[in-house]
């Protein structure tokens, strides 16, 4: 029944800054824990970021702790990646993810439930 759908992506100069935002429909998301998600060809979906529900905690992965941002506001139903300093190799297609457990670091594609259909970051100048 939670829909979730990824916006704000698009091309950016290294160094430039995105927000991406996860709108959900279809339910709230007071019951979940969330996620960014990022992948490129021949990888696996990688976990970048991801915030809890119940306290708020947010885990985030080492090459992207100083420069992207998670955040959730509930009463709008969204999430947001606020990415800044981008560099090529951060060029992806990014999804967001919801499961119903708390997340303690962000684990794995296989851990959520619900996805995003997923959206472009460039970083090309």
């Known amino acids: 029944q939670l829909q979730l759908v990824e916006s704000g992506g698009g091309l950016v100069q290294p160094g430039g800054s995105l927000t991406l935002s996860c709108a959900a429909s279809g339910g709230s998301l007071d019951r979940y824990a969330l996620a960014w998600f990022r992948q490129v060809p021949g990888k696996e979906r990688e976990a970048i970021a991801c915030?809890?529900?119940?306290?708020?905690?947010?885990y985030k992965i080492e090459s992207v702790k100083d420069r992207f941002a998670i955040s959730r506001d509930n009463a709008k139903k969204t999430m947001y990646l606020q990415m800044d300093d981008l560099k090529p190799e951060d060029a992806a297609v990014y999804y967001c993810?919801?499961?119903?457990?708390?997340?303690?670091?962000?684990?794995?594609?296989?851990?959520?439930?619900?996805w995003g259909q997923g959206i472009q970051v460039a970083v090309s100048s």
């Open positions: 915030i809890n529900n119940h306290d708020g905690s947010k």
């Open positions: 993810g919801a499961r119903r457990s708390r997340v303690v670091f962000c684990l794995t594609e296989r851990d959520y439930l619900h």
